[in-house]
């Protein structure tokens, strides 16, 4: 679903990147960057959602070694570092690893953007890491940076 529907906003009131697993490759550090030097964003989001489809492409890979020669590869191998955490974790149930694949993106954008930790120190954006259950539209925090 369109991010400016879940979030009861017109086309072109958010600034959207939207990838797979929202796995975040440098365009995607860039764009969010841009969003909150030059847009002034007061807030990314990173928007997990249950029955993901890259978390689910990336269990089977880690149980069955399930491959693929094209660029979905590549998204499952950028989300294999939550999934083997959460299982390090004991976590088990599908929401809770989706949880963790959100906590885990957070983290990264905060940790490889020198910029976006800088604002959020500043008090001038945060990053807030939801998970959207698509039957109900209802969305839950899952994990906060720079929000009090």
């Given at each position: 679903?369109?991010?400016?529907?879940?979030?009861d906003?017109?086309?072109?009131?958010?600034?959207v990147?939207?990838?797979?697993?929202?796995?975040?490759?440098?365009?995607v550090?860039?764009?969010?960057?841009?969003?909150?030097?030059?847009?002034?964003a007061?807030?990314?989001v990173?928007?997990?959602?249950d029955?993901?489809?890259?978390?689910a492409?990336?269990?089977?890979?880690?149980t069955?070694g399930?491959g693929?020669?094209?660029?979905?590869?590549?998204?499952?191998?950028?989300v294999?570092p939550?999934?083997?955490?959460?299982?390090?974790?004991g976590l088990t149930?599908?929401?809770d690893?989706?949880?963790e694949h959100?906590?885990?993106?957070?983290?990264?954008?905060?940790?490889?953007?020198?910029l976006l930790?800088?604002?959020?120190?500043?008090?001038?954006?945060?990053?807030?890491?939801?998970?959207?259950h698509?039957?109900?539209?209802?969305?839950?925090?899952?994990?906060?940076?720079?929000?009090s």
């Amino acid at each position: 679903m369109a991010a400016e529907i879940i979030f009861d906003r017109g086309l072109g009131d958010l600034f959207v990147v939207r990838t797979a697993g929202h796995v975040a490759g440098s365009e995607v550090l860039g764009s969010i960057e841009y969003a909150v030097s030059i847009l002034k964003a007061p807030l990314v989001v990173v928007l997990g959602h249950d029955s993901c489809g890259a978390v689910a492409a990336t269990r089977a890979a880690l149980t069955d070694g399930l491959g693929t020669n094209s660029f979905v590869r590549d998204v499952v191998e950028r989300v294999t570092p939550s999934v083997l955490a959460a299982q390090a974790a004991g976590l088990t149930d599908n929401d809770d690893i989706i949880d963790e694949h959100i906590r885990h993106t957070v983290d990264l954008l905060v940790d490889r953007s020198r910029l976006l930790a800088d604002k959020i120190e500043a008090g001038e954006t945060a990053v807030a890491g939801l998970s959207y259950h698509l039957a109900d539209g209802n969305a839950r925090v899952v994990t906060t940076r720079g929000l009090s």
